[in-house]
Structure formats: C-alpha cells, structure tokens
C-alpha cells in the first residue's frame, strides 16, 4: 500500500507562496504520475496539477497557469507544488495522489490518496 504525506500547506496572504511537498512510502514508483488535487467547501474535487514519472509532461488546471509549478524528485520519491501568485480563490483543501500511468488532463480517480493539506489565502 502506498502512503502520500503531504506537509508546507498554512495561511498566506493574496500575492505570497507557498511550497507543498508529498512523499511518497515506496521506495520506487516506477512510471507512477503524481499530482494535486484540490476541494474548496462547496466546490467539487478539481485537478490542479499532474506529472509523470520522467518529468516531461505535466498538465496544470487553467486557473493556476503560470502561477503554479510542479516538479517531482525520483530518487527522493518526493514532488513539489511551487504555488506563487496566490490568490483567495486558490484556499482549499490540497491532496496529493499518485496512480499508474494515465493521460494527465483526464486523471479524475487515482489510486492513491493523501491526506490532505489546508491552503488558506487571505484577502
């Protein structure tokens, strides 16, 4: 079994960053994408970001576009959200998951799951 733990979330000002990291238990993943999902209270489950296992593909959510960066370290079994540019609408409830190789854009049910980080941007 799998375990994701994700840590670097808290409370930040419109305009600051933050840093999210998840590392993962298994001491390899081969061909494993990783990514973030995101959930805000009444909003549905959105993918943020996403990887693959090499690292020259990754998808990102239009709503973080530019602002956001997504790196993965394979030896460290670790990736990285770079989330710059923060703004209100980005505060929710952020997890990490990893699953099999699949297209990044219509990765909507991994297989693996985080337990989940709060992002809180103030206005």
């Known amino acids: 079994q799998v375990q994701l733990v994700e840590s670097g979330g808290g409370l930040v000002q419109a305009g600051g960053s933050l840093r999210l990291s998840c590392a993962a238990s298994?001491?390899?993943?081969?061909?494993?994408?990783m990514g973030w999902f995101r959930q805000a209270p009444g909003k549905e489950r959105e993918l943020v970001a996403a990887i693959n296992w090499s690292g020259d593909s990754t998808y990102y959510a239009d709503s973080v576009k530019g602002r956001f960066t997504l790196s993965r370290d394979n030896a460290e079994n670790t990736i990285y959200l770079q989330m710059n540019s923060l703004k209100p609408e980005d505060t929710a409830v952020y997890y990490c998951?990893?699953?099999?190789?699949?297209?990044?854009?219509?990765?909507?049910?991994?297989?693996?799951w985080g337990q989940g980080t709060q992002v809180t941007v103030s206005s």
């Open positions: 298994e001491r390899t993943l081969n061909n494993y994408v």
């Open positions: 998951a990893a699953d099999l190789p699949i297209i990044l854009k219509n990765w909507n049910n991994p297989r693996y």
